[in-house]
């Protein structure tokens, strides 16, 4: 049955016990009248008939069409369904249901640029030995120096590749290696003490990544491999993960660039055993 026959069925029903109630010519004994009266006065009260129109509809009796404004500021059309009243199944997809249902992006990174080269080659060794791609010149924010950054070493680094300039002491404030099982990545995070650098305090961060700067490559996979580094001076946070593969989205994700370290790349970056946290 249609809508508007139950709410008719619903009204006339109503009326039917009202008129039932109503006091009548029959002789009745003044205990009845009263009770007459009484019943007609509550059931013909405008708000209780709101209140059960209200609960005949909740209880899903009735299917009344619901046609409201949606929180994202679009209509939302459905039909309340025969439980609770609830809202029916809807192809109506607000823009704050596909950021809470969105996946992770994996379209495939760009492919690398320029040919590998010593200056661009990242590593991880150890907590104590690796590599970082950091601005080149004093002051140079992170997102300008995708195109000019340069690998930096730890100074204790071994590594073959460290012929260059090498980081400043306690530069690093704390570190730690992490690798997964199936040796598909390996990652090291921690915290900077800036002011041993010639990177802005100021700075929000970047990233560097296969495509910036030219000929970039981690050791771990080699070049073309996935690979992800994030330096946030402003929060004295760092974050390198080298993946094994090429295109490796699920585990060296290029396009969480925005999102910092401890999105991008969960890790340690908490060590209470120094006193250093940059969480």
Same mark, same amino acid.
């Given at each position: 049955?249609?809508?508007? @026959?139950?709410?008719?069925?619903?009204? @006339?029903?109503?009326? =039917?016990?009202? #008129?039932?109630?109503?006091?009548?010519?029959?002789?009745?004994?003044?205990? $009845?009248?009263?009770?007459?009266?009484?019943?007609?006065? $509550? %059931?013909?009260?405008?708000?209780?008939?709101?209140?059960?129109?209200?609960?005949?509809?909740?209880?899903? #009796?009735?299917?009344?069409?619901?046609?409201?404004?949606?929180?994202?500021?679009? $209509?939302?059309?459905?039909?309340?369904?025969? &439980?609770?009243?609830? !809202?029916?199944?809807?192809?109506?997809?607000?823009?704050?249901?596909?950021?809470?249902?969105?996946?992770?992006?994996?379209?495939?990174?760009?492919?690398? $640029?320029?040919?590998?080269?010593?200056?661009?080659?990242?590593?991880?060794?150890?907590?104590?030995?690796?590599? %970082? #791609?950091? !601005?080149?010149?004093?002051? &140079?924010?992170?997102? +300008?120096? &995708?195109?000019?950054?340069?690998?930096?070493?730890?100074?204790?680094?071994? +590594?073959?590749?460290?012929?260059?300039?090498?980081?400043?002491?306690? @530069?690093?404030?704390?570190?730690?290696?992490?690798?997964?099982?199936?040796?598909?990545?390996?990652?090291?995070?921690?915290?900077?003490? *800036?002011?041993?650098?010639?990177? +802005?305090?100021?700075?929000?961060?970047?990233?560097?990544?296969?495509?910036? !700067?030219?000929? =970039?490559?981690?050791?771990?996979?080699?070049?073309?491999?996935?690979?992800?580094?994030? *330096? &946030?001076? /402003?929060?004295?946070?760092?974050?390198?993960?080298?993946?094994?593969?090429?295109?490796?989205?699920?585990?060296?994700?290029?396009?969480?660039?925005?999102?910092?370290? *401890?999105? =991008?790349?969960?890790?340690?970056?908490? @060590?209470?055993? *120094? /006193?250093?946290?940059?969480?």
């Amino acid at each position: 049955m249609t809508p508007k @026959f139950h709410l008719l069925l619903f009204v @006339f029903s109503h009326l =039917a016990v009202l #008129l039932s109630a109503s006091p009548s010519t029959t002789e009745e004994t003044p205990e $009845t009248d009263e009770l007459s009266r009484d019943a007609w006065a $509550t %059931l013909g009260n405008p708000s209780l008939l709101v209140s059960l129109a209200v609960f005949y509809n909740n209880t899903g #009796l009735c299917q009344i069409e619901d046609s409201s404004a949606d929180a994202s500021g679009g $209509t939302r059309s459905s039909i309340l369904a025969q &439980e609770g009243g609830r !809202p029916a199944d809807s192809t109506r997809t607000s823009k704050r249901d596909e950021d809470s249902d969105s996946s992770l992006d994996l379209r495939p990174t760009p492919a690398p $640029t320029g040919n590998p080269q010593a200056g661009t080659t990242v590593h991880i060794a150890s907590e104590h030995d690796f590599a %970082l #791609l950091l !601005p080149g010149r004093h002051g &140079e924010l992170i997102s +300008d120096a &995708e195109a000019d950054g340069v690998a930096l070493c730890t100074p204790g680094s071994g +590594d073959s590749a460290c012929t260059g300039s090498r980081m400043q002491d306690g @530069f690093i404030a704390a570190a730690a290696v992490a690798h997964a099982d199936d040796g598909s990545w390996i990652q090291v995070t921690g915290c900077l003490d *800036v002011s041993k650098s010639h990177l +802005d305090p100021s700075d929000e961060g970047g990233q560097f990544d296969v495509r910036f !700067p030219n000929g =970039a490559q981690c050791t771990f996979g080699g070049y073309a491999a996935s690979f992800i580094e994030q *330096v &946030e001076p /402003g929060t004295s946070r760092f974050c390198l993960r080298c993946c094994a593969s090429a295109n490796d989205q699920v585990h060296c994700n290029s396009h969480r660039d925005r999102e910092g370290c *401890v999105n =991008a790349i969960p890790g340690t970056y908490d @060590f209470p055993e *120094v /006193g250093v946290s940059c969480n």
